[in-house]
């Protein structure tokens, strides 16, 4: 009886040390499959119960690294897997759907919008992150699914200020046609006139400009 009872021990204390053996290898072999775009190898290791939302050594989602990289064909894997949680966080409170709306990565982030991803959230917004870039569809679609137009970073700098700083002037003019406010004002007291000015963008402070005075009421004669 005693000599059973060690064996079943000695047995099961084996196969838990595979077990860990398996786990670090699996958790090695996931992100270095999200660096080469290697969906197959992350769907197989998802299959076998690995967790889809594991952290890498900087407590970076897979999900997060896999939209940065790009590597689209894990990116899109992992949103179809159901377990995936898209709204998570990274310590910098950067989403998966702002990395997508940085990148331009429409596709992408009409996929994780789909899935359940936030448009809006406090601090910095993917609305934010698509204005810097540039990228007016990714815009268009996140104002469609009611992304706030003037949300304020920790900062109190708006979408308009970033566009009107970074971005295009196409991105400038979308969020002044959508009702963006461009008297408003960061910590620092500039708008996004000043913003534009700060790195000599004439003709986009004018666009803004042109906007303030628009809005403007007019008096009667």
Not at 87 to 99: G, H, Q, R, T, V
Not at 182 to 201: C, H, W, Y
Request: hydrophobic share 45%; charged share 20%; glycine share 8%.
């Amino acid at each position: 009886m005693t000599l059973h009872c060690h064996r079943r021990h000695c047995l099961a204390a084996l196969l838990l040390g595979t077990a860990g053996w398996a786990s670090a290898g699996s958790y090695e072999d996931f992100f270095a499959a999200i660096a080469k775009d290697d969906a197959a190898t992350v769907v197989n290791l998802l299959r076998r119960g690995f967790d889809p939302n594991t952290r890498d050594p900087n407590g970076q989602h897979g999900l997060f690294l896999a939209i940065r990289a790009p590597s689209p064909r894990v990116a899109q894997a992992l949103i179809d897997w159901p377990q995936t949680e898209v709204e998570s966080l990274n310590k910098a409170d950067e989403s998966p759907l702002m990395a997508a709306a940085l990148g331009g990565q429409l596709e992408l982030a009409r996929k994780l919008i789909a899935r359940g991803a936030a448009v809006n959230k406090t601090g910095w917004t993917p609305l934010h992150y698509a204005t810097t870039n540039g990228h007016v569809e990714v815009m268009r679609l996140l104002l469609e699914e009611h992304a706030f137009i003037d949300p304020e970073s920790p900062n109190k700098t708006t979408p308009l200020m970033m566009a009107a700083r970074y971005g295009s002037a196409d991105a400038v003019r979308l969020l002044l046609q959508e009702g963006a406010e461009p008297l408003l004002k960061n910590e620092q007291g500039m708008t996004a006139i000043d913003f534009a000015n700060s790195v000599n963008r004439a003709d986009v402070a004018k666009l803004i400009g042109d906007a303030v005075r628009q809005r403007q009421p007019r008096g009667k004669w």
